[in-house]
């Protein structure tokens, strides 16, 4: 009985260190060796300071002077109130497509894109841009998406449109494997090169 248990522990103890610890420490390794930048979070830089993640949207909804994402219905994990892309509440609204919370949403971002960007009509609103991804955190819109976003822009930047369009252009991703989903333009990415174009000398 005893040496059926001490076989036990012994075959337990080799898996868990085997299992464990030996593939955890292998996956990392193969991770740092190959694929770094990835491993360690695909984090954006701007004047050697991390600023952001690639692959986790961040809030540019305060300013009209830079590109938006899609919505963000996060909330924050100590207050309950919203806070867009909060990376610990990752969730989507669950609001239903007949929900009157929902719809009011929608009509109310419908309502600032009319407002804050010249000569847009609703039918040019990609409804990517006015309901709030799965996760809350989606870091990418389609093509389509940035480029309604231009007269802004531009208007509030004093860039031309066609400036613009060039760089929105070419910050354009190809679907994955070059078959896995549309182009699409990682809105971090987008305003970093802005950002960039905007103060040249910082």
Excluded: C
């Excluded at 309950?80 to 949403?105: C, R």
Aim: charged share 10%.
């Amino acid at each position: 009985m005893l040496l059926i248990l001490k076989r036990a522990v012994i075959v337990t103890a080799l898996l868990w260190i085997i299992l464990a610890l030996g593939f955890t420490f292998v996956m990392v390794g193969l991770g740092q060796l190959f694929f770094p930048y990835q491993a360690n979070g695909s984090v954006v830089t701007l004047h050697g300071r991390p600023i952001a993640a690639r692959h986790v949207g961040q809030y540019f909804g305060h300013s009209l002077r830079y590109f938006w994402g899609r919505p963000s219905d996060t909330v924050s994990v100590s207050t309950g109130k919203p806070e867009p892309y909060n990376a610990f509440s990752s969730a989507p609204s669950n609001y239903g497509p007949t929900n009157a919370i929902l719809l009011k949403d929608i009509q109310r971002r419908i309502a600032l894109y009319l407002h804050t960007t010249p000569r847009l009509t609703v039918g040019q609103i990609p409804i990517s841009l006015v309901e709030s991804s799965g996760s809350g955190l989606d870091p990418d819109i389609t093509v389509q998406s940035a480029l309604i976003q231009v007269p802004r822009v531009a208007k509030y930047t004093g860039l031309s449109p066609a400036r613009l369009r060039q760089l929105v252009l070419s910050q354009v991703q190809p679907p994955d494997l070059g078959l896995f989903g549309p182009p699409r333009i990682n809105v971090v990415l987008l305003n970093v090169a802005l950002y960039h174009v905007l103060h040249p000398h910082a």
